[in-house]
Every structure is written in C-alpha cells, then in structure tokens.
C-alpha cells in the first residue's frame, strides 16, 4: 500500500471524523490554525457526548459556543481576547504550562498526567514523499499529533510550504478532512464589513485594501469583534507612537553585531523592526518562539544570517512564523533559511542559552520597585493572557554568554493615568519574571540595569525611568518600604 492509498483511506467528512470522539475523551486543540470545520461538527456532537474536556491555546473562537454544548473547557498557555472573560468568571481555568515542560509529566510521569485521547489540528496537503505538514504556525500540533491517542487533522491547500521538524506521515492520523475554503477576495471581504457602523467599515476596508485577502479571511467571521487598534498592531499596518520610537532607540544600544535575537509578540516590541533596532547590525541569528513585521525582510537581506550563532547555524529558527506581515510570508514560503521546530525543543532554556549572545526581548504590563515583572495580569490579578514561551526566552537569555534579558514597557497605561512602574505588584497580581532573574527594563524614559543591584538600588534605576509624572510618588513609596 503506498502512502497515497492511506490516505485516501482516512479521509472522512468533518461529521465522521468527530465521531470517534467518546464521553470521556480529554480533546486537545492547539494555538493557531485551529480546524474549524472539527470544532463546529464536535459542538453539533456535544449533546450526544458526556464528560468532554476540550482543552485549547488563544481560542480563535468565542469558547462560550463549547460551554454551552456541554464540554469542559480548560485554556493552556495563552488565554487571548475570546476566553478571557470565561477564564476571569472560572469556568474555563487556566492551565500554565512552560513551553518546554508542556510533556514532562505525559512523558515522565505517565501516573498523573493529564490524558492525550484526540487532537485536532490542520495540516498541509501530503509533499511528494507523503509527509503533512503543519503550515507556518505549528506550535505544539505535531507535538500533540505525536502523542495523542487519536489525531483528526484538516487539511488545508492554503498553507504555505515550511521546513524544519513540522511534518509526520500519512499513518500518523487517524482521519482526515480535506478543506476547500472558498477563495477570498477583497470583493467578498469588503461586503462581508458593509453593514457595520461607518466609522469600523471605513477602518476594515483600509485594512483589506492592504493585506492578503487569504490571511484575512479567517479572521473575517470575527470583524465585528475585533479591537481595529490591535488588529493593526497584529498586521503590522499601524505607526508606531512616539513611545515606541524612544523604545526602540534604547534597545538599538544594547543590541550588539553578532547577536542572536528573539522578539516577543505585543507592543512595544513588534515595532523594533520597523523602527530600524536592527538594520545597522551585521551577522545577526535569529532563535525565537514567534516573529513580529518585519523580521523575514531582514533575513532576506543579510541582516540575520546566523553566521555567528552557535546552534541551528545559518538558519533562522523559531516555534511558529505567526506575527509576520504579507512581506515576511512571501519571504519565508518555500525558503529553507527558516526552520520550525517543536516548542518543547526550541523553547528549552538551557537550548536557547547556548546560542552566542543570545538577547530576548519580551513586553510587560508593570514592574515593581524591586524587579518583578507581571506580563499576565491586571487589576490585581486578572488573568489577561498568559506566559507564552516568555520565561524560557528570558532565561535562555539570561544565561546566554554574553546575553541579555530585555523586558520593554510603556511608562505608563490608560493614556497616561496610571504607572506601569508600581511600588509593589497589587495583591494577587501575578509574577511572571521573578526579581532574581530581571535583567534589563527598557521605557521610553531609559535603560535600568537590575542585574547585579540591591534592592535599593533597583528602585533608584526604575524611578529614574518611569515617567516623570509619577517619580515623586515612587520616591516616597520606596522610602517607606524599601529599607536603606
């Protein structure tokens, strides 16, 4: 039997490929790519089902739809805008898992781990050799399909050709359902934002007038919903505020030739391209979990080569390609300079610490007077989103020779009225970057070295850029409760 006979045997409409979920199943959804067409046959199914856990990364979808079909739902990772609000009332918990120890207890300690039954994930058309991919966003779907019970997968023409280690075999899934999405059009886009109020039409078709109508129409379903300002950010089609140049023009010191860098995904950092941080610098690598605009023109000029890198030499590796803009895309596609591999693999701190000069530069929402850094939550702990791969990019970093851990903030929030440099974290504020491990804090105000400083020290440095509104008050918090 050739590989083309298994598959055509293992393809299924997307009714008969969730039937093989049962009352009991833990079913795993990963980040990005979500298959739609299983999550909206797997809902028609939850009447007939009982006991279903689904648990899903940064839900493309508003989880409600799955609640209300009588599944369990558990959000690992990263939270994002549609299941925020059901993780904050809790009826959607939060599971917190470092990327690199995601499978630790499935592999180690079988005895207590969560179960693996089904895995829903999208995967390319088979290559010539018979192999699926997992598209330019992969995260952890080739990691589950490996060791799921079961694996149901959508394929999708539309995803662009990648390398790496993001492929498997025909027999590694159980069904499959080949997708044949409508074409997208800028015609079909702009009628589908006709009816919305003026001023969101006027700003969605600006948008569609400017990106691939085939990276927007996933997206097309949920315009209503979406914040316009973040979508922007996401696409990278919005300017970057005087805030963010400052920023940049900070990090451009602390960046050095040679460097291997990792961004983070959020603002400020998904400006620093765009900002020219990096066109200056010669033989940079690249070594991250995600990529903001602008990264794969700077690979496709010579900027990051990974000559100097110590690790995956030459090539520009990362967990997922999300964050890039139309032009990375067409940059990476079919380029062998950009590799994808698993995060439990790529995101392991000690991996990232060999590179040379390894620098991570990830955002924070506040930071207090001693050096802990929150990333997650707001109003005195509401979840907001989640860790993402940055402790291990931030500690990868930190004990990288010669590296450095950079963690960007705006000085301030709520268009100027509150600090984002605080005295202490408010009760229940989560810690995301503990005071032993910050590094470097970046606003628009300067540059504090924590590395190596007291406490006292520390509130003097991170005073001194914080926004001159608020150094007063920091002044005198840190004299009461900060000893020296």
């Not at 009982?50 to 990364?57: A, F, K, N, R, W």
């Not at 009826?91 to 829903?120: H, Q």
């Not at 995260?139 to 019970?149: D, G, L």
């Not at 997922?320 to 596609?333: E, N, P, Q």
Request: glycine share 8%; net charge negative; hydrophobic share 40%.
């Amino acid at each position: 039997m050739t590989w083309r006979d298994e598959y055509a045997g293992r393809l299924a409409s997307a009714e008969e490929a969730v039937s093989i979920v049962e009352s009991g199943d833990r079913v795993v959804i990963p980040l990005t790519e979500q298959p739609m067409a299983l999550v909206a046959a797997l809902i028609a199914r939850g009447p007939e089902l009982s006991d279903v856990t689904i648990s899903i990364s940064t839900p493309g979808f508003d989880v409600g739809a799955l609640l209300d079909a009588g599944f369990h739902v558990e959000v690992e990772n990263f939270i994002g805008p549609n299941a925020r609000a059901y993780e904050n009332e809790g009826i959607a918990p939060y599971l917190p898992l470092g990327f690199s120890l995601t499978f630790k207890t499935n592999d180690e300690r079988p005895d207590i781990a969560k179960p693996i039954d089904v895995a829903l994930v999208t995967v390319t058309p088979p290559h010539e050799n018979g192999m699926l991919g997992f598209g330019p966003q992969p995260w952890f779907k080739r990691a589950y399909a490996r060791r799921a019970n079961r694996v149901i997968a959508e394929v999708n023409p539309s995803l662009i050709r990648t390398f790496g280690d993001c492929f498997l075999p025909v027999d590694a899934f159980d069904r499959l359902v080949e997708m044949n999405p409508p074409k997208a059009t800028r015609e079909s886009l702009m009628e589908s934002v006709s009816g919305f109020e003026d001023e969101k039409r006027r700003e969605l078709e600006q948008i569609i007038q400017q990106v691939d109508p085939v990276r927007l129409a996933p997206m097309a379903p949920r315009f209503g919903l979406l914040d316009i300002r973040r979508l922007k950010t996401l696409l990278g089609l919005d300017d970057p505020p005087p805030a963010a140049v400052a920023i940049a023009e900070n990090v451009k010191k602390l960046i050095r030739h040679g460097s291997t860098i990792q961004i983070g995904v959020g603002t400020p950092a998904t400006y620093l391209p765009k900002l020219g941080v990096f066109d200056d610098k010669l033989d940079l690598g690249l070594h991250t979990e995600l990529t903001v605009p602008g990264i794969g023109h700077l690979v496709d000029a010579g900027v990051i080569n990974g000559s100097r890198k110590t690790i995956h030499k030459n090539k520009a590796v990362a967990v997922a390609w999300s964050g890039s803009d139309d032009r990375d895309f067409a940059v990476i596609d079919g380029n062998p300079k950009f590799e994808l591999y698993e995060p439990d693999y790529l995101l392991d701190p000690w991996l990232i610490a060999q590179n040379h000069q390894q620098v991570g530069m990830n955002n924070a929402l506040s930071v207090d007077l001693i050096g802990q850094i929150n990333s997650e939550s707001v109003f005195g702990g509401q979840m907001y989103n989640g860790i993402g791969g940055q402790p291990e990019t931030h500690m990868g970093a930190l004990y990288s020779r010669g590296g450095r851990a950079i963690t960007l903030l705006y000085s301030t929030a709520a268009d100027g009225a509150i600090s984002r440099i605080v005295p202490r974290l408010a009760e229940g504020e989560i810690v995301t970057i503990p005071r032993f491990w910050a590094d470097t804090i970046v606003t628009e105000y300067g540059i504090a070295e924590l590395a190596g400083r007291n406490h006292r020290e520390r509130a003097e440095a991170l005073i001194a850029i914080a926004h001159p509104d608020f150094r007063a008050e920091l002044r005198a918090d840190a004299a009461k409760w900060i000893p020296g």
